[in-house]
């Protein structure tokens, strides 16, 4: 059978600048993310003088200043890291939906990649096991496809 064209990014992360983007909300998820995340770019190749942390207030705020980030043109992708858990009111809703799809906006608009990492659980268990427990850590899944798919857009 013929090759067929396959174009995808390779997980190297040298010589790339990445913006952080963390909440102060729910830090004690939040800072687990954070440090999942620099610790896979890091071992990816990263340098530590391209990686810069941005912390705000809560999830609804990820998308302003994502924007911000991403039309700067110093960075080759944002990181957004947040972690929005259900209480017993409909805020959880408001603020998980807002983030998310301002987020989406930001990446289609600006055109560069925005990686995902904002943790939507319905208790503070379900958080936990996401932040580099059992579930893995979801800082370092949205490290990962943020690389990938910066290393992806490059070649298109
Ligand atoms: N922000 C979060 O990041 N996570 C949450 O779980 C959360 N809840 O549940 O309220 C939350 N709220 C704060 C919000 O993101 C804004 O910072 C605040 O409303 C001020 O604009």
Known sequence: ??????IEGQYDARNLR?????????????????????????RHGAD??????????GAFELPVVCKKLAE?????GVLALGAVIRGATPHFDFVAGEAT???AQVALQSGVPVGFGLLTT????????????KAGNK???AASALLETVRVLQQL
């Open 139 to 141: 800082g370092v899944e």
């Open 72 to 76: 700067s043109g110093r960075y080759d």
């Open 18 to 42: 990445f913006a952080i983007l963390a909440t102060r909300f729910n830090d004690f998820i939040v800072d687990r993310l954070v440090s999942g995340a620099i610790d896979y770019l890091s």
């Open 1 to 6: 059978m013929r090759d067929i064209h396959t």
């Open 122 to 133: 319905d208790s503070i268990e379900q958080a936990i096991e996401r932040a580099g427990t």
């Open 48 to 57: 530590p003088d391209n990686l810069t942390i941005i912390r705000i207030p």
């Open 101 to 103: 799809k301002g987020l």
